[in-house]
T-cell receptor, first 116, second 110 residues
Framework: ETGVTQTPRHLVMGMTNKKSLKCEQH?????MYWYKQSAKKPLELMFV???????ENNSVPSRFSPECPNSSHLFLHLHTLQPEDSALYLC???????????????FGEGSWLTVV | QKEVEQNSGPLSVPEGAIASLNCTYS??????FFWYRQYSGKSPELIMF??SNGDKEDGRFTAQLNKASQYVSLLIRDSQPSDSATYLC??????????WGAGTKLIIKP
């Protein structure tokens, strides 16, 4: 248990569906992240929020829409996805922003997404 | 483009031996270096971070950093079957965002 909870753990959706991934952190952290993990590829940073404000959007297609209502909750809204979007989506949080010494990033268990 | 390179493996090591995992990075301005472990079907978890040249030891794990040669390594002594996992190297860039390697799969054979 890392203190970062993601739901659902598994999601199968059609290309015309709308669904959302939810993340909640119980660690009192200020920064939250969405990552995409595909087989044999590096983790891809999608979105970063710091104190509820989006600070990074790494050229992610608009069919992925993040929402951060407060410092503890993060959503990823999914709409008209493509089969190549099938992957593990990881939510993470850290006390401060980014890769500073001692600023451990804690990951949730991930949401396995399959687009059919 | 800033990159972090790791051998994908699998790296097979006998139980009780030393496992050596390597990582090279391209951004000379990087200052912090992290090793995460990811078991199959699970999320990554931090093992160690290092930011000074030289060695840093924590139990059976030793991280080694050589900024001049732009590589960081992780040594696991007395390898156990429970160490079998994928090991991810992450390096910060000048904006303190982490750049990740694709990971090395380690298999410890009993």
């Amino acid at each position: 248990e890392t203190g970062v909870t993601q739901t659902p753990r598994h999601l199968v959706m059609g290309m015309t569906n709308k669904k959302s991934l939810k993340c909640e952190q119980h660690l009192g952290h200020n920064a939250m992240y969405w990552y995409k993990q595909s087989a044999k590829k590096p983790l891809e940073l999608m979105f970063v929020y710091n104190f509820k404000e989006q600070t990074e959007n790494n050229s992610v297609p608009s069919r992925f829409s993040p929402e951060c209502p407060n410092s503890s909750h993060l959503f990823l809204h999914l709409h008209t996805l493509q089969p190549e979007d099938s992957a593990l989506y990881l939510c993470a949080s850290s006390q401060d922003l980014g890769g500073r010494s001692g600023n451990t990033i804690y990951f949730g268990e991930g949401s396995w997404l399959t687009v059919v | 483009q800033k990159e972090v390179e790791q051998n994908s493996g699998p790296l097979s090591v006998p139980e009780g031996a030393i496992a050596s995992l390597n990582c090279t990075y391209s951004d000379r301005g990087s200052q912090s270096f992290f090793w995460y472990r990811q078991y199959s079907g699970k999320s990554p978890e931090l093992i160690m971070f290092i930011y000074s040249n030289g060695d840093k030891e924590d139990g059976r794990f030793t991280a080694q950093l050589n900024k001049a040669s732009q590589y960081v390594s992780l040594l696991i002594r007395d390898s156990q079957p429970s160490d079998s996992a994928t090991y991810l190297c992450a390096v910060n860039d000048s904006n303190y965002q982490l750049i990740w390697g694709a990971g090395t799969k380690l298999i410890i054979k009993p």
